[in-house]
């Protein structure tokens, strides 16, 4: 989420009204074309002299006063290792102090922070968004550092494509955040690159305009940082590095950016405070053994770094980014969808046959997947009916078994009960036997006991 905040600058110039000066510059421009325009285009175009004045003359201005009443929009990513310096800085090339807190070394992995801020200068005003790299170099594994710098670039190039392709677009008041510089902030070792640095630059040339700026020069001897600048660019170059290069075809900039490309990376220093110079209060950093002023070009490039980012080349950087980082972005992400300008034959290709094409296309695909998921059904349909059948006769067999089983069991139940039955009838007619034995017994005893009772009486009578 981006914060906007309202800046004062300060009383001294930063330079954004610059924008508002380049507009002069190409109306300019803009004057001599219709006949530039004659020339190049069609020779059947009559050249007419006009009799009185039109006022079409006027188009220049009135191009001017739309861009400033509109106002203009310009986004900084600031690359660096926690306590390079990127906060003083911008806050000494804007003039103002922005909001910011340093950052921990312990962070786990590296994040963006972006706020936004309206500054104006004269009547131009600027809607400011810079970008910070939290946390960056403080991991140990630092393989995957430049992956939210890639992804935070490409999430803003993609969220200007999402309006572009909007039926209902609304460019004119886009709070575009797309980057129109990185400035990368290489620390004053007086070595060489550190392999982060080539690797992040690498993975971000194709995307923004890199401008390499060697932080806190202060801290680096005068011959040593001839030979730093030297080594550095010669590194960018062996590695295939592409920064920014600082236009030279248009003649009113030309000679200063290519005078200053030799500069290139500036060797900057950073500092709010204000120490006291002669007369005058100036911007520097104050050391036991003297003052490094901020802005005076014997001591460091501060002041060739602000006249090319802001004074020089904003509109250029804005211009770039547009046509040649977005462009590619939005190549690459329209072709990745498979839209092409050309057919396999190299004919031109609409956008309507494009479409068409897709549509069929993906018409056709659904038709296959439509088809193979009803072949699908139709087997899994199928596999279940003979799975049930299969599962249905294996109940059928138990049930005959069970069945069998159960009138084997009842059958020897049966036979039990008549081997049962007959030891029953035999054991009640040995019963019956032995009672009869036993009362035939008890009857002959009985009849005993009185022969011998009457044998008795009769010898005592
Ligand atoms: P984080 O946001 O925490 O990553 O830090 P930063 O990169 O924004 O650095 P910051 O601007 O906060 O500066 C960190 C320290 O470096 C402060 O003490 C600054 O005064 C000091 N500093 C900033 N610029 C310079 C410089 O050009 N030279 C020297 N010597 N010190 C500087
Ligand atoms: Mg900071």
């Given at each position: 989420m981006v914060q906007t905040n309202t800046v004062a600058l300060s009383a001294l110039s930063v330079g954004i009204d610059g924008e508002h000066s380049r507009w002069e510059k190409q109306k300019t421009k803009i004057r001599v074309l219709p006949s530039q325009v004659r020339q190049a285009t069609?020779?059947?175009l009559r050249n007419l002299s006009l009799s009185g004045h039109v006022g079409f003359d006027s188009l220049p201005d009135q191009l001017v006063n739309k861009s400033t009443s509109q106002g203009f929009c310009f986004n900084i990513l600031c690359v660096g290792e926690t306590g390079?310096?990127?906060s003083t800085l911008m806050?000494?090339?804007f003039n103002t102090k922005f909001e910011s807190e340093p950052a921990t070394h312990n962070e786990p992995g590296v994040r963006l922070k972006a706020r936004s801020y309206e500054l104006q200068e004269s009547n131009v005003r600027l809607k400011l968004t810079i970008v910070d790299t939290v946390g960056f170099g403080d991991q140990i594994n630092k393989d995957d550092s430049y992956k939210p710098i890639v992804e935070y670039i490409d999430a803003q190039f993609e969220a200007y494509l999402q309006e572009e392709l909007k039926i209902k677009r609304s460019l004119f008041n886009y709070h575009d955040t797309r980057i129109h510089a990185c400035l990368y902030f290489i620390a004053p070792t007086g070595h060489s690159l550190k392999s982060l640095d080539l690797v992040t630059m690498k993975k971000l040339d194709s995307k923004v305009n890199i401008i390499p700026i060697i932080a806190k020069a202060d801290t680096i001897a005068k011959n040593e940082l001839h030979k730093f600048k030297s080594k550095i660019m010669s590194e960018l170059v062996s590695n295939g590095v592409q920064i920014y290069q600082f236009p030279t075809d248009e003649e009113t900039v030309a000679e200063i950016n290519a005078t200053m490309s030799v500069h290139l990376p500036f060797a900057v220093v950073g500092s709010t405070e204000e120490v006291k110079i002669g007369n005058k209060m100036a911007k520097a950093r104050q050391y036991p053994w003297g003052v490094v002023q901020v802005e005076n070009e014997n001591h460091c490039d501060f002041v060739k770094l602000r006249?090319?980012?802001?004074?020089v080349n904003m509109e250029d950087l804005r211009e770039q980014t547009h046509t040649r980082h977005y462009e590619l972005y939005r190549r690459c992400k329209l072709e990745e969808m498979g839209f092409k300008d050309t057919d396999p034959d190299s004919k031109p290709f609409s956008l309507q046959e494009t479409y068409e094409a897709k549509r069929n296309e993906f018409l056709g695909e659904l038709q296959k997947k439509e088809?193979?998921?009803r072949q699908m059904f139709v087997m899994r349909v199928k596999e279940k009916e003979a799975e049930l059948k299969e599962a249905e006769k294996d109940l059928h067999e138990k049930f005959d078994h069970l069945?069998?089983?159960h009138q084997e069991e009842k059958k020897k139940v049966e036979e039990k009960k008549v081997q049962l039955e007959e030891e029953l009838n035999n054991f009640q007619k040995k019963k019956a036997a032995a009672q009869?034995?036993?009362?035939?017994?008890?009857?002959a005893g009985s009849q005993q006991t009185k022969k011998d009772k009457d044998k008795k009486n009769a010898s005592f009578t």
């Open positions: 069609s020779d059947d390079i310096g990127k806050d000494t090339l006249e090319m980012l802001i004074r088809d193979e998921m069945k069998r089983t009869l034995l036993q009362s035939q017994a008890q009857q």
